[in-house]
């Protein structure tokens, strides 16, 4: 009768050494509808192709960042953006360019079709900051010709919003705060005088 007793107790002993379950991954998009305005008549005549933006460091990965009270970068662990960033920038600036009629023609440059005008950029800034109860978004971005390099539009666009300092909140506020950038952007280019192709 001793035996069941001892497995008993080493079961038990087990059980209680054993450590729990690490919390389930979470991810986040950038989604939803967009309000820009539509150009009556497109701005950039030709094929317009949308890179990936640039960023370095933290803001290259996947994982939801945020600034600490030191002013230092950290990630949270288990709270992930379904792809890096600027990916998901790329594709919510072709979905705006293309609702607003920017262009004849917009793409990325996966479909390796020949354009004639570029956007490029880089996510400078992309985190929850805890102690302020925001969020920050800073996007440099620049469209050129892709025939002679001459500068359609250049601007830094950076916004905040509120948010409670968790990270289901960050990512919805993120992702309005990039909206609202993204719609600045927009307006601009629907204003921008393009340049004649140099000979």
């Keep these: 009768m001793r035996i069941p007793s ?3 107790a080493l079961s038990l002993a087990l059980a209680a050494c054993a450590s729990p379950a690490p919390p389930e991954d979470n991810f986040y998009r950038l989604d ?3 309000a820009v305005q539509r150009l009556a008549a497109p701005v950039l005549p030709g094929v317009l192709e949308v890179n990936r933006l640039d ?7 996947r994982a939801l960042a945020y600034q600490d009270s030191d002013g230092t970068l950290a990630r949270y662990r288990y709270d992930l953006w379904s792809e890096a960033p600027g990916a998901l920038l790329q594709e919510r600036l072709v ?3 293309r609702a607003a009629n920017a262009a004849v023609t917009v793409l990325t440059p996966d479909l390796r079709v020949p354009p004639d005008w570029t956007l490029r950029g880089k ?8 102690d302020a109860g ?9 469209v050129v010709s892709a025939r002679d390099g001459s500068l359609v539009l250049l601007r830094t666009y950076e916004t905040e919003r509120r948010s409670e300092a968790a990270p289901k909140a ?4 993120l992702a309005a705060a990039a909206d609202e950038a993204i719609a600045r ?8 005088s393009v340049p004649a192709p140099r000979r």
Excluded: H, Q
């Design 95 to 97: 979905e705006a360019l």
């Design 55 to 61: 960023s370095d460091g933290v803001l290259s990965e």
């Design 134 to 142: 925001k969020v920050m978004v800073r996007l440099e971005l620049a």
């Design 170 to 173: 960050a990512a919805v506020a």
């Design 32 to 34: 939803g509808r967009m």
């Design 6 to 8: 001892v497995i008993l």
């Design 185 to 192: 952007f927009v307006a601009d280019l629907g204003t921008a």
């Design 123 to 130: 996510l400078k800034r992309f985190e929850l900051l805890p």
